[in-house]
């Protein structure tokens, strides 16, 4: 829980009643993800399965006290004598009553009592109070899974929404490019060193960029409702993107596979949550065990009882009562089988999901290579077709050729333009993946 408050002072957190006035909303990166893992709606949920534990703690330990009731009761009844089986006779030997049986007038009787019950030694009880302890600790494992997983998509969804940006930026240079060209295409017809051709392709080619442009900034609101939503944000909030896709890293030496595998292997909220659900399970074995061993308890009531309120009589009954468990039908050995078992899977999950995690790591380890070298050839790439057209551009301006290569050119750029935005992209979403297999995305930047 500490961590949890750790992680709502370090992100910006919003309260859902003042949404309106949180605006804009600045966030970075590790910003978005940390507010994601303290203010989400599944974090939240998680947070209420804290809460649950808690609760059945404070059940369980309520055994070790004393249990204390109070009744009050008032009757009336009357009784057949054949139905207990009397047979008082009288002096001469005649019997009282009739050996057939007779109603006995009604008797009212008025009980105030008071009850108390406690158990001195039980120790099973003892044993299942850690137990249930036990499952507090897997909640709260739960919760910050939960907010791994929160914070692991706001990360994503950062990458996603800054992506749009760069993706919107680029088309609005395909734009202005097109229009430059169309301008050009028009001087030269007005010049009469032109033709009419050219000007219909660079029309052709401005309408298409047009067309991109809107698609982009569709793409562009899109990705900021999805980053709103997940990081339960108000979705007319204004929302400020500190970082751009071209600002983020994509610098910086590689952890190997061994040292990203050991953080891992320490810091993943799913591997704690199967380490206390073992410590849970091999305790309920534990608990189960000891009941097999005697308990000893103290009872005791005290009332007044009478026929009316007028002629009561104090009346009382204690004592102490020893329990020993002879035989259930093998029940209890059930039991402790059923959670050895589960003492057996969890153990096996564990190992299955240090395997998977292991995997994990390397393989963001691989894509995130992978991607500095796919940027590096977009970068190239990009480079040479700004060359290529800044050469078909000077061709056409001087007249030596017509538009053709440079709406080519153009395209090529165009192109070049989206692979860098998508190279780039790729490597922060890696960037992401490897944190998240590792269990550090509130710790990025």
Known sequence: MNSMRTLCRAALIVLPGALAAQTPVTLTLGGAARLAAAQSGPTAIARTRIEQADARVRQARSLLFPTISASAGENERNQNTATFGFAFRDAAGKPVFDPN????????VLDLRGRAQANLVDLSVAAKLGTVRQQVRVAEADAAGAADQAASQAATAYVRAVRADAALGA???DSTLAAELLAIANDQ???GVGVALDVTRARSQLAASRAQLISARAERDRAR???RRITSLDPSADLVLSDSLMLLPVSGGLPTADDATRVALSRRADLRTVAAQKIAAEQTVAATRMERLPTLGIFGDQGAIGNSSAHLLNTYTWGLQLSVPIFDGFRREARVQEQRAQVHETDARRRD???QTAIEVRAALL??????ELLAAADERLMLAQQELEQARQRFTAGVSGNADVITASLGINAARTQVVDARAAYQTARVTLARAQGTVTDLP
């Open 353 to 355: 999901l240090e395997a």
């Open 171 to 173: 088309r609005i240079a």
């Open 189 to 191: 017809l007005k010049a």
């Open 101 to 108: 049986g007779q109603i006995l007038p009604a008797v009212k």
């Open 367 to 372: 894509d995130l290579a992978s991607a500095r």
């Open 225 to 227: 409702l999805d980053l």
